[in-house]
Each structure stands twice: as structure tokens, then as C-alpha cells.
């Protein structure tokens, strides 16, 4: 087997999650984030899509963790980002942060929107 490195250059991967927060790019985020290549910082949560929205033209998909289980994303939610043409992605917090990582490395457009996985 060939392991390879994996060199995400200046963009920002998830380095680790625990009960709360986040560690992007070398800092802790607490609460629902949003995590983008190119920046990461809070996020209103379900009820935000302006956030989201505004990266349209940006990214292809927003990759949705719903925390520390997969939960069906809101209607309204899901359909205002397609209507924006950016594609949503379900899964637990976990699997987004693995996902957003791996698709980082490969270079594609992509965002995460990641609801905190138990904690304060």
C-alpha cells in the first residue's frame, strides 16, 4: 500500500471535534460553524441560509452535519441553497468533517455547515 501526504496548501481543514467545538486552521470554534477553504467562523445554524448563500458562485456543495447523528435536513433549508444552485449534502458532524477533508485535498468547491456534536 502507498500512503500519500496530503498537503491542503492555504485552504483550512478540520483538524479535530469534541462535546462543542471545532479545531479549524488552528483554532477552536465553539457551537454550529461554517468552514470554508478560504475562511471558518460561526454559523447560525438550520435556520441560516444567508450565510450559506452568500458562497454561491463559490462552492458546489455544502456538506450538512447535523451533529452527532444524521438527521433530516429542514425542507426549507435544503431547498433555498438548491434554489441558489449550491447542492446539499446530509450526514453527522463527524462524517462531514471527514468528507470535507478528503474533497479539500482533491481541491473541490466545497463548504461545511457542522452543527456541534454534543457539549455545551
Given at each position: ?9 492555504t ?24 468552514v ?13 441560509t ?71
Amino acid at each position: 500500500m502507498r500512503l500519500t501526504e496530503i498537503s491542503y496548501g492555504t485552504a483550512l481543514p478540520v483538524e479535530g471535534y469534541g462535546p462543542g467545538f471545532f479545531r479549524v486552521g488552528g483554532h477552536v470554534l465553539r457551537g454550529a460553524c461554517l468552514v470554508t477553504p478560504w475562511d471558518a467562523g460561526p454559523w447560525g445554524g438550520l435556520t441560516d441560509t444567508d450565510t450559506p448563500l452568500a458562497m454561491a458562485g463559490k462552492i458546489d456543495v455544502l456538506l450538512l452535519g447535523m451533529g452527532a447523528e444524521i438527521a433530516h435536513a429542514p425542507r426549507a433549508f435544503r431547498e433555498a441553497l438548491e434554489a441558489g444552485g449550491i447542492g446539499v449534502e446530509v450526514m453527522s458532524s463527524p462524517a462531514a468533517c471527514r468528507t470535507y477533508n478528503v474533497l479539500l485535498g482533491e481541491g473541490r468547491r466545497i463548504a461545511a455547515a457542522l452543527l456541534p456534536v454534543g457539549g455545551p
